[in-house]
């Protein structure tokens, strides 16, 4: 079994921010977790005063940790707006620039998963800021329907890695939907890493990891948000994320991205 790293975008900057309720929903989140014991004051704290940060990436520093480990993961970006994503594509396009030069691999964070002519503006407004031919996307929020997939593959994307089970009872295979490869989503750190317990995101993980393998999962498909590569805001989540990079190393687990998976499935 081999796995595969992936990260959304979700944001770049806090002031692409100011019209939407980002942090308002950020401070009652954090401020409940407080109350309940789940996260410090001085966590807290940060979050209240992340809205003053000069970015809210973490692409720098989590390519940076994705290299030390040899891991060649792959960054999705928005193309439009929606659901507290708000940040313009044109400013995408230096990020964009910036993870390939760093040579690792970029797609698109899709908003539009049912109208085909939206679906086709994301796909080609990726193709012209990165310059990328092939490539491929997950959607924001993971929706999609039971035609998404197929406008996929007729707009022409190389895979989709946005089918996510989130009771985790099922772990499926990847497989073929017209000439575009689907990966299904097996971890995604959100719903893996809940009120901020570490220790249990660590077992369910080790136990799904587990099940997948005894089952046969070709690729393992593995979703953090680069966001949380925060010691600051997100201690428990940069822990997790790390914690699964080593787990993965001391399992002999090796890494792959989803256009070099494809490139052997081509051939198998």
């Not at 990436?57 to 994503?85: C, D, H, S, Y």
């Not at 893996?192 to 089952?215: F, H, M, P, Q, W």
Request: proline residues 3%; positive net charge.
């Amino acid at each position: 079994m081999k796995i595969i790293i992936s990260h959304d975008i979700d944001h770049l900057y806090p002031s692409d921010h100011l019209k939407d309720l980002i942090f308002p929903k950020l401070w009652i989140r954090s401020l409940g977790k407080l109350l309940k014991g789940e996260i410090s004051f001085k966590i807290f704290l940060h979050r209240l005063l992340s809205i003053f940060s000069k970015r809210l990436n973490r692409i720098p520093e989590i390519v940076a940790f994705n290299k030390t480990n040899n891991i060649p993961a792959t960054f999705f970006f928005g193309m439009a707006n929606g659901l507290g994503m708000s940040y313009q594509p044109e400013k995408a396009k230096k990020w964009i620039r910036f993870v390939l030069d760093s040579g690792v691999d970029a797609g698109v964070h899709g908003i539009d998963f049912k109208c085909l002519q939206n679906i086709n503006n994301e796909f080609n407004l990726f193709k012209q800021l990165s310059g990328l031919s092939e490539f491929g996307i997950r959607t924001h929020y993971v929706r999609y329907d039971s035609d998404t997939f197929m406008k996929f593959a007729e707009t022409g994307y190389l895979f989709d890695c946005s089918q996510f089970n989130k009771k985790e009872t099922e772990l499926k295979n990847v497989y073929k939907v017209g000439s575009m490869w689907e990966f299904p989503l097996h971890i995604m750190d959100d719903y893996i890493l809940k009120n901020g317990r570490l220790d249990a995101a660590v077992s369910t993980t080790e136990e799904i990891v587990k099940k997948a393998e005894k089952e046969g999962i070709e690729y393992f498909s593995f979703l953090f948000h680069d966001f949380y590569y925060n010691d600051k805001t997100y201690p428990q989540n940069k822990a997790y994320y790390e914690w699964f990079v080593d787990f993965c190393k001391q399992n002999n687990f090796g890494f792959i991205s989803y256009k070099q998976a494809v490139e052997e499935l081509k051939i198998k």
